[in-house]
């Protein structure tokens, strides 16, 4: 077993792990009692806001694939964009671990350099941001008023929606200004790393520093490109809440599948902010990112624990152990087509 697979498999048994202490933590009895309590017919609803959920983030990647002159079939889109969630869901930090094999999945499927689809998929991820921050807002307002008390979860539910609405905004403009120093940066540090590599793996060649600075900037301009088109930004922004407002719909279905009905713009509130786990060192944030959406759920909706842990292990059955599953198969075919 090479390293990349043992560190796969052993990020996924801390993982599992950090949700079974979570589990064992609340009560398994009163989760699995819970969970036997759940009606198979709005189960199967809850995958179908899973699917519309991939198909409208599928769609926002076509969207901006279009604007940077790489287009393809809208279905081949959903379908790469499967693949890149694979990626995300088996590696460490998320998408911020993913989006290297994301982009070469990306390139490979569009047939574009892979700095194209590293920008693509890098503004893909980028665009989510401004709907998720604007839906969290709007969930978080209604919770806020239909609360009894400011209880210390909301307190830094709070705290977590204006770090997510000034801190990553600003880390992304002050990025975007000093790109040029970034750059310089980049190249520095890939130069002696990829020089490295040519003299210890056969057939490997070095590449030269101009090189590395023309890939660089084909990323930036690919980038601007794609914030200069506004038709579509607007377009891929609008697919990106759609995608939101399903993830929303599939929590808020799975806790209407076991029995409870929560207002909707709590479930609006908590996968957003729940999400930012998601960059936490495990395999697409599980585990890390359960706990966020159980305490989230606590806090905002009032159901019991167990409640929220069962309808959670429903959510994420469905947006993160089925996605993971097709996009794997996904990811292995466009491997094949990257063979031919």
Known sequence: MNR????????????????LVVVWFIGVADVVAALA?????????VVLAAATWVSAWGLSLWTVLRSIGAPIPATRAIFVFSAAMFSNNVTPF?????????????ATASDTDYQKGLAAIASVDTLHFVPS?????????????SAAELTRN???AALAVAALALIVPLGAYVGWRHRTRIEGVVVRTLTP????????????SAPEPSAIER????????????????????TAMSFSALGWLALSGALWLSLFALGYTVPFPAALFVVPVGSIAGVTPLPGGLGGLDAAFIVLLTATTGVAAPVATAAVLVHRGATYWLPTLFGGGAAAVIGSWSRR
Do not use: H, K, M, Y
């Not at 790393?193 to 490997?204: C, D, K, L, Q, T």
């Open 94 to 106: 998320g998408q911020a671990g993913g989006e290297p094999v994301s982009a070469l999945l990306i």
């Open 215 to 234: 890939r660089i900037e084909g990323f930036f301009a690919t980038v601007e490109r794609v914030a200069r088109d506004r038709r579509a930004l607007v």
């Open 37 to 45: 309590r759940a009606d198979a017919g709005l189960l199967v609803l």
């Open 154 to 156: 909301l307190v830094v």
């Open 193 to 204: 790393i990829g020089r490295f590599v040519g003299r210890v793996v056969p057939r490997v």
């Open 133 to 145: 921050i604007g839906l969290a807002t709007v969930g978080f307002g209604f919770v806020l008023l």
């Open 4 to 19: 990349d697979r043992l560190a796969t498999l052993l990020g996924f048994v801390g993982a599992i792990g950090v949700l």
